[in-house]
Every structure is written in C-alpha cells, then in structure tokens.
C-alpha cells in the first residue's frame, strides 16, 4: 500500500514539475499564435501552387490571399515585437520573423 501511494505521489509531482516548467507565458503564446497563422498561410500558398501545377487552373486569387495572410502575420509581430518584455518572447519573435523573411525570400514575394 505505502509503495502505490509512493508512486502516486512522485507522478504527481512529476506533472506538477512538468507543467510547470513547459507552460508558456501570455507572451509566448501571442507569438505561438502568430506562428499557427503562418503555417496554415504557408500551407494555403503550397497548396493553391500544387493545385496551379497539377491542374493548370489559375489560383491567383488563392496565391494572393496567401500572400495576404503572410503580410498580415507579419505586421502583427512586427507590432508585437515592440511590446515584447521577456526574453524568451523575443527569442520566438525573432525565430519567427527569420521564418517569414526566409520564405518570402525563396518564395519571391516582394514587399508591397
């Protein structure tokens, strides 16, 4: 019985310490967000691509929507960025800006 309760107890305190140590602060989820939003205009660019060569339909407007997305995420975080107070924050904030400046850049998509 006392060995049931002993492992109980250090599972308990292990969840505890886990959920403590990986939850992330209201700073990082902002940009966790933001980041959600760039994956799914990223997938919604590839796909409308995908769909352009597969089929020969022009997806322009669903390239363009896409772009649009993309933009958006990123005046967000450039606007988020300025308020950003803690480090780890930031360190997301700058991976993610990096990310859409590099996709933009294999990408073509010109600032406008």
Request: aromatic share 8%; net charge negative.
């Amino acid at each position: 019985m006392r060995a049931v309760i002993a492992i109980l107890l250090i599972a308990v305190i292990g969840f505890l310490a886990y959920s403590y140590f990986t939850s992330l602060s209201e700073e990082e989820k902002s940009v966790k967000a933001l980041d959600k939003e760039f994956d799914q205009a990223v997938t919604d660019f590839l796909r409308a691509l995908r769909t352009t060569a597969g089929t020969g339909l022009d997806t322009t407007p669903d390239v363009n929507d896409a772009v649009r997305k993309i933009k958006k995420v990123k005046s967000k975080l450039k606007a988020l960025m300025g308020s950003l107070q803690e480090d780890s924050a930031k360190e997301m904030g700058q991976k993610l800006k990096e990310e859409i400046e590099e996709f933009e850049r294999k990408n073509d998509i010109e600032e406008y």
